[in-house]
């Protein structure tokens, strides 16, 4: 079972916004990072560190951290937009990685 | 612009080892940690484990017993070794280059090759 929890599914009509959240122990300690997923496609990063975005990553995305949890905003959803999203960091020893359960965020 | 690109058989038989390889062009191999991940149809992501351009790794633990990842900097590839397979390994394997920038992050990706395991 994966040390980071998130929760499976969120929607969010087009234009609005939502966060994404992420939950594990090692958070206290460690950054996460965040991954964009579409169907039959690689991850793509989209949000690292305090709050940096890759090049080529819109500013509607944004991340955030406080205690245990990481999160991720979109600001202003577009279709585009929906995917699978996973969070990564490393496990409770620090010595290991691990990817959050994953949240499958739908656009209506 | 840094591509990765796995290979290896896309068909194992239960029991028998899982071997890919993942190559690495338009930069070099040195410097880098490299990963492999893998997902289950329909499921998560998994880490299995890095190793660095000089041969140290760090596996899953929950693997571990089992898997053996290597590097080959004369050909700019890495390998992953999967022994014993069962059903529960197939899965869409991944290769990554890991780097740390304010923690961990995995900015370059293979497009990833579907490993079944089935006699």
């Known amino acids: 079972s994966s040390e980071l929890t998130q929760d499976p599914a969120v929607s969010v009509a087009l234009g609005q916004t939502v966060r994404i959240t992420c939950q594990g122990d090692?958070?206290?300690?460690?950054?996460a990072s965040w991954y964009q997923q579409k169907p039959g496609q690689a991850p793509v990063l989209v949000i690292y560190?305090?709050?940096n975005r890759p090049s080529g990553i819109p500013d509607r995305f944004s991340g955030s951290s406080s205690g245990n949890t990481a999160s991720l905003t979109i600001t202003g959803a577009q279709a585009e937009d929906e995917a699978d999203y996973y969070c990564?960091?490393?496990?409770?020893?620090?010595?290991?990685?691990?990817f959050g359960t994953g949240t499958k965020v739908t656009v209506l | 612009q840094v591509q990765l690109q796995e290979s290896g058989p896309g068909l194992v038989k239960p029991s028998e080892t899982l071997s890919l390889t993942c190559t690495v062009s338009?930069?070099?191999?040195?410097?880098?940690?490299w990963s492999w991940i893998r997902q289950p149809p329909g499921k998560g992501l998994e880490w299995i484990g890095y190793?660095?351009?000089?041969?140290?790794?760090n596996y899953n633990p929950s693997l571990k017993s089992r898997v053996t990842i290597s590097v080959d900097t004369s050909k700019n590839q890495f390998s992953l070794k999967l022994s014993s397979v069962t059903a529960a390994d197939t899965a869409v394997y991944y290769c990554?280059?890991?780097?740390?920038?304010?923690?961990?992050?995995?900015?370059?990706w293979g497009q990833g090759t579907l490993v079944t395991v089935s006699s």
């Open positions: 990554a280059r890991e780097y740390f920038a304010a923690g961990i992050l995995y900015s370059y």
């Open positions: 338009g930069g070099s191999i040195s410097s880098y940690y």
């Open positions: 190793i660095y351009y000089s041969g140290s790794t």
């Open positions: 090692s958070l206290r300690s460690y950054y």
């Open positions: 560190g305090k709050n």
């Open positions: 990564n960091s490393r496990d409770s020893s620090g010595n290991h990685r691990v």
